[in-house]
């Protein structure tokens, strides 16, 4: 029989597994990771191959080549292991760990072990986190420094620890280069420092020297490079101006996105909820599974046991929730930022800590079916979510087999070559309109949707070969018709 301090190990021991064990579970429901299709990763992906090609540090171009934290750790492992759909995925891989590990360090900070353990299982059933978890973003590495500041802030004011306050600036001005709109969370961080008792608030005054170093030195970079210290927020001031599908054409992007209601009004909608555009983003936001889901049934939990929740720990989930609800509305309202999932990752964060506190209290007060149902509910929406995804590691098969057969005759279309991008063949294949008797493309509900003949115009394909399910995204292998490839021959020619 085992003494007690055995078994006391070993019960941490099991209890650290258990949130890595659930963690990895979600992440094999898709480890798809790279997506490509002119998509956020593939521009990460460009800024790294850059990087690599150049050995080292590449200028940026425009806002997601200049944000290094995200870039760097890509081509860090492109340049080491090669190019490939696995090395591609190392790094975002280690963000999404690190997170899991920040945000169960924040709940054990915040309330206790038992609730940071809970915090980090639950937080990989969000699917608009777990999803990017093999694919190049920025994402998940700015929420990585932003919860990493907010752990050693915690622990600063804790301990009264100047260090721990210099390193917690540091890793908030590192998140603001990960990506712009953390300058938004850094506003928020000190507003909702203001709510501290005064003399302890005080030790936090040295994240201040730690952020200022943080940014100026990244600062004395581009001076020294390009004699433009401000070069990457110019890049970032000017992110409006860059195409985008998901903007309604009507916009006029030669405007600042600040405080502009056309830039809020005109993003494509999650949902496709439009009922007044000051409210669409919002509910758009409840109505998606990706989050909408994980923040309802917080809301509902902290209702349902909130008699039961110790005081102490209630007035740091308000607190959370306020300053997290402005720290959203000010991304919505005066940045304008596009409203979708993944811009809301903290209000994830602390619609995971509510549900971790609620359900640890209902466990401990015996309601442990009622804990039960909502963990079964969290596993029924984040599977389903999750697996609905278009997985394109079978198109990629599908194309190395495709043009293995038939390579000399194919021709492809530019933003399936960027889904293919990590399949060499594809890279080499003509864009369409080179004349080839067939053609590469993806169909985004099906290949059917590709051969059917516009009003007025001829039949220009017949489909070949498919790979994934009609009615979702399908890659097909098509061939032209006579008319079809001599009408399209001719919109090319004309095509300015």
Not at 163 to 176: D, E, K, T, V
Not at 301 to 323: E, Q, S, T
Not at 367 to 386: Q, S
Not at 415 to 434: I, M
Request: net charge positive; with cysteine; proline share 5%.
């Amino acid at each position: 029989m085992g003494s007690p301090m055995e078994s006391s190990s070993s019960a941490r021991y099991m209890a650290l597994v258990l949130p890595a064990f659930v963690a990895i579970l979600f992440l094999l429901t898709n480890p798809a990771g790279f997506m490509g299709g002119g998509g956020d990763d593939y521009r990460y992906l460009t800024a790294a191959r850059c990087w690599v090609d150049g050995s080292g540090f590449c200028l940026p171009r425009n806002h997601w080549e200049a944000r290094w934290p995200t870039v760097m750790p890509i081509a860090a492992m492109l340049g080491l292991f090669g190019e490939s759909r696995n090395t591609l995925g190392i790094a975002p891989l280690l963000f999404w760990i690190s997170a899991l590990v920040f945000i169960g360090w924040l709940g054990s900070l915040w309330f206790d072990r038992a609730t940071g353990l809970v915090a980090a299982a639950l937080f990989s059933a969000v699917p608009i986190f777990t999803l990017s978890a093999l694919q190049p973003n920025a994402d998940n590495v700015e929420l990585v420094f932003q919860l990493g500041a907010l752990c050693l802030a915690t622990i600063a004011y804790k301990r009264q620890n100047r260090w721990s306050a210099l390193l917690a600036g540091l890793l908030a001005a590192i998140a603001c280069q990960a990506r712009e709109t953390s300058f938004i969370f850094c506003l928020v961080a000190a507003l909702s420092w203001l709510t501290l008792p005064r003399e302890q608030r005080r030790i936090l005054l040295y994240a201040i020297p730690g952020f200022v170093v943080g940014i100026a030195a990244e600062m004395l970079i581009y001076a020294i490079s390009t004699g433009d210290a401000a070069l990457r927020y110019r890049l970032a001031l000017n992110h409006s101006a860059v195409y985008s599908t998901e903007l309604a054409a009507s916009v006029d992007t030669a405007r600042s996105a600040f405080l502009n209601p056309d830039f809020i009004a005109g993003w494509k909608r999650e949902m496709g909820i439009h009922i007044w555009w000051p409210v669409d983003p919002w509910l758009n936001l409840i109505a998606s599974p990706q989050l909408g889901t994980f923040v309802i049934l917080a809301a509902t939990m902290a209702i349902i046991v909130r008699k039961d929740v110790p005081g102490p720990w209630k007035n740091h989930l308000k607190r959370a929730a306020a300053f997290t609800a402005l720290a959203a509305a000010l991304l919505v309202y005066v940045l304008a930022v596009d409203p979708k999932s993944r811009m809301f990752l903290l209000v994830a964060v602390v619609a995971t800590l509510t549900s971790a506190v609620t359900l640890v209290t209902a466990w401990r007060n015996s309601r442990r079916v009622l804990a039960a149902c909502v963990v079964a509910m969290i596993c029924l929406v984040a599977v389903p979510t999750m697996k609905s995804r278009a997985d394109p590691r079978r198109f990629e098969a599908s194309a190395r087999q495709w043009i293995g057969m038939q390579g000399a005759t194919i021709e492809i279309d530019r933003a399936t070559q960027t889904v293919l991008t990590l399949v060499p063949e594809a890279n080499r294949l003509p864009l369409q309109g080179s004349g080839k008797p067939m053609f590469l493309s993806i169909g985004g509900r099906g290949c059917s949707q590709l051969v059917q003949p516009q009003a007025g115009s001829p039949q220009l394909a017949y489909v070949v070969k498919t790979a994934g399910e009609e009615g979702s995204a399908q890659l097909c292998l098509l061939k032209y018709s006579d008319a079809g490839r001599a009408a399209f021959t001719r919109r090319s020619i004309a095509a300015p």
